[in-house]
């Protein structure tokens, strides 16, 4: 078990980097433009599972050989940006859909569905697998027990943090959204705004990701 004061200073740290606007905010921003709060909370939980898997790497110390492997981090890397290009591309193609149904998000767009594409988007965030391989480690305490352990500890304690937070984010906007929502025509402008949101990040993650 991580010892507390150096639980705390990773939650500190941790806390740190979520509550500064970045990927995983523009993302979270951009669905909840696109699709209401609703939208824009699963996307959050969908994000949050998806980082998941990539703690389980980095504890079983899979993770560190996909970091420093130039092949495969940028597979990911470009898989994770076209990702997100097409989800911006569905935004802005579905949002008249979405001005007409602005209270919930478009038939297309089941739970599950929204769920899983922000999974989608979590599995294949190459800054998150960098952040979980450079920085869980310095946190562990080596004479404190399993390290595999303390670092799923440290990965749950993070994944909470950005649930919370973010979800914080997807509320506000979704109700901006929801705000301008008395007008389809501001509401189509919004989701078509979220649309291009996703598609800058994409950009963005495929040009600036780098695993140094």
Sequence with gaps: MVP???LLAFALTALALIVIP???V????GRSLALGRLGGLLSVVGNALGMLPLVVAVALGIGAVVAQSE???TIVKFAGAAYLVYLGIQAIRHRRHTAVTHEAAPPRHSP???LGEGFLVGLTNPKSLVFF???LPQF???SAGSIPVQLMELGVVFLVLALIFDSIWALAAGTAREWFGRSPKRVERLGATGGVLMIGLGGILALTGSKH
């Design 22 to 24: 970045g990927p995983s």
């Design 4 to 6: 507390p004061p150096s």
């Design 26 to 29: 523009l993302f979270v921003i």
């Design 112 to 114: 599950w569905r929204i």
């Design 133 to 135: 391989v450079a920085v």
């Design 71 to 73: 092949v495969v981090f």
């Design 140 to 142: 562990v305490n080596y």
